[in-house]
């Protein structure tokens, strides 16, 4: 059953570069008003500043009056480290912090008794994912090993999403403690001592990761529970509601309505590959994380740390804005002449590379113009995001179609040669907090207590064919040879 038409929900984005959140009608989705602040830059922040970005995007949308239910999306895998009082401990590390890839490594060696490909086995054994710098588990071992003091005095680690959801159930109050925190499956399968697989915490893989240590952890709820009350002091209508929440990409999947077949390529800070399926991955070489949907299924996923920041960067080499960008890159022909740019501008992921650099490679006096260089900006990261689908497939994923959303997809450069360079049909939805949107819906499924979430009528989308002319191959093909001469750096 779901809710009557009037009622309102909210679902918020609490994502690496700003803080959004909608409102919207629970049981058509048809938005009711918006609101969004910045969040600081940097790679480790207070939570306290995501509150307070919290608070001014509320605030900018007009505050919660009438919201009957809210879920908070957050970007994955930050650590949260809580006192037994319940403060912060240490500036949150964020996913993008490399400084725990060590760490990440150190955790696979032990897990396999210094036998690195054993360990990794064991890992996806476990838990369906090979630690990464960015994963939580890889970010405790830093604190234990770096910061042991603090690393001590960690009675509870939170993800960004759960201590936000535990802050809106009125957490610092005196009344709530550290056993209100709450999660969801989605977003615990982001921190390597939680199993989408079997749906229950590896306590001995966090004791592992901490040196001994064995912080309290967020309880998970189910898909559509109802965690707690939202505390008055927000403005919520009495008695409101709030949803398990979710990470960022399992939000984005449930907002546009992803099913099987549908792979979700998101290219925001990070560029993410993710596809709803009901098979659970298991790839030891950690370019396929096993993680979980916001639904109930799995939502194996490859994440890149350079996305849309490829294209700023580029166009401010050149010295335009990205809408020349995109002109530029569409009045050259596919291939830039050979121009190839491999985009680990801020060091890699997918490849496992934290400490590696970008290349451009091919440069000839024909290719060094502006619109090589901005093609080749273009089709590098397409071409990283396709090596990514490729591993996706070579776990089971069938590909139907791509939904390319985030803000590089408002390029009409990055549209059309998705479409070449992915090899398959490419649609756009309608710009929107797709983050924000999932975890409204979600909010929405949680108030009605109905078995199946809420269906929401569909926005218009642009829709771009894939290319036949076999260009996209040529393309790739060139991009793996330059990829490949730069693996070892």
Avoid at 53 to 81: F, N, Y
Avoid at 362 to 390: F, K, Q, W, Y
Wanted: aromatic letters at 4%.
């Amino acid at each position: 059953m779901s809710p009557p038409s009037g009622v309102h929900v909210a679902g918020v984005d609490s994502s690496t570069q700003a803080c959004k959140v909608v409102v919207r009608d629970a049981a058509t989705g048809e938005l009711v008003r918006e609101g969004r602040s910045p969040h600081p830059d940097g790679t480790e922040v207070h939570p306290g500043r995501w509150e307070e970005a919290l608070r001014a995007a509320i605030d900018d949308a007009g505050g919660l009056r009438g919201v009957q239910a809210l879920s908070v999306g957050g970007q994955q895998h930050g650590m949260v480290a809580l006192d037994a009082g319940g403060e912060v401990v240490r500036d949150a590390l964020l996913w993008n912090d490399t400084r725990s890839a060590r760490a990440a490594a150190d955790l696979v060696a032990d897990v396999g008794e210094g036998d690195e490909a054993l360990g990794r086995q064991r890992f996806v054994d476990a838990v369906g994912v090979v630690p990464l710098a960015s994963f939580t588990g890889a970010k405790l071992r830093w604190l234990a090993d770096q910061e042991p003091e603090r690393a001590d005095a960690t009675a509870a680690v939170a993800l960004p999403h759960d201590w936000l959801s535990w802050r809106l159930a009125g957490a610092g109050s005196g009344a709530v403690g550290l056993d209100a925190l709450c999660t969801d499956r989605g977003d615990a399968s982001g921190t390597a001592y939680f199993s989408a697989r079997t749906g229950r915490y590896r306590t001995d893989l966090l004791e592992l990761a901490m040196r001994g240590r064995r912080p309290a952890l967020p309880r998970v709820a189910g898909p559509s529970e109802v965690c707690a009350q939202v505390d008055p002091s927000w403005g919520a209508a009495p008695g409101a509601v709030l949803g398990p929440g979710t990470g960022d990409n399992a939000a984005a999947a449930f907002g546009l309505g992803a099913e099987p077949g549908d792979v979700v390529v998101s290219l925001g800070t990070s560029g993410v590959a993710s596809a709803v399926s009901d098979v659970a991955p298991a790839d030891p070489s950690g370019i396929v994380a096993g993680f979980a949907d916001a639904s109930g299924r799995q939502l194996p996923l490859v994440c890149t740390l350079n996305a849309a920041r490829v294209l700023s960067a580029t166009a401010e080499l050149l010295g335009v804005d990205l809408d020349e960008l995109s002109r530029l890159a569409l009045a050259t022909a596919p291939g830039a002449g050979g121009l190839v740019l491999v985009p680990y501008l801020e060091g890699e992921r997918t490849p496992d590379r934290p400490g590696a650099t970008g290349a451009l490679h091919g440069m000839t006096l024909s290719t060094m113009t502006p619109g090589h260089l901005a093609r080749a900006a273009v089709e590098g990261l397409l071409c990283s995001m396709a090596d990514g689908i490729d591993a996706l497939v070579a776990q089971g994923t069938q590909v139907r179609r791509v939904l390319l959303i985030g803000g590089a997809a408002r390029s009409p450069a990055v549209r059309r040669v998705a479409a070449t360079v992915l090899g398959h049909e490419v649609v756009v939805p309608a710009p929107g907090e797709h983050v924000a949107d999932g975890a409204a819906r979600q909010a929405a499924w949680a108030l009605s207590g109905a078995e199946e979430p809420p269906v929401w009528g569909e926005t218009g989308s642009t829709v771009v064919p894939a290319d036949a002319s076999g260009d996209g191959e040529a393309v790739r093909a060139r991009y793996a040879q330059v990829r490949d001469l730069t693996d070892g750096a």
